[in-house]
């Protein structure tokens, strides 16, 4: 297994991120099935304040570039990621792997 994780910034509006919130609370049923087609096995997102952090587990196959690339292209995809991108704090026509930035591993306890 992989684990990728990324970081975004949402825009500072509280109406905004509660529309953000209430978004991934009910996620639409084609962006889980193309999330999970794609060979992400799990994916979480944390907030603080503005501050999102995405822990994304994958299968050990999974190319970053090249899988991200083929989820963009199912159904819905598309839709959804201009519908969240009203919210986020970046360029609304970014693809999603130029929005959420990868972040580095500096510690393992294990």
Known sequence: MKRYCRTLELRD?????????????NIWPEIREGILSVGILDMQIYRYGTRLFMIMDTVDDFD????????????????????????????????STDKWHLMDKIFSLV
């Open 13 to 25: 509006d509280p109406e905004m991120i509660a529309r953000y919130e209430e978004a991934h609370a």
């Open 64 to 95: 970053f570039e090249k899988d991200n690339e083929r989820l963009s292209k199912l159904p819905r995809q598309a839709e959804w990621e201009a519908y969240v991108a009203q919210m986020q704090g970046c360029d609304p026509n970014a693809p």
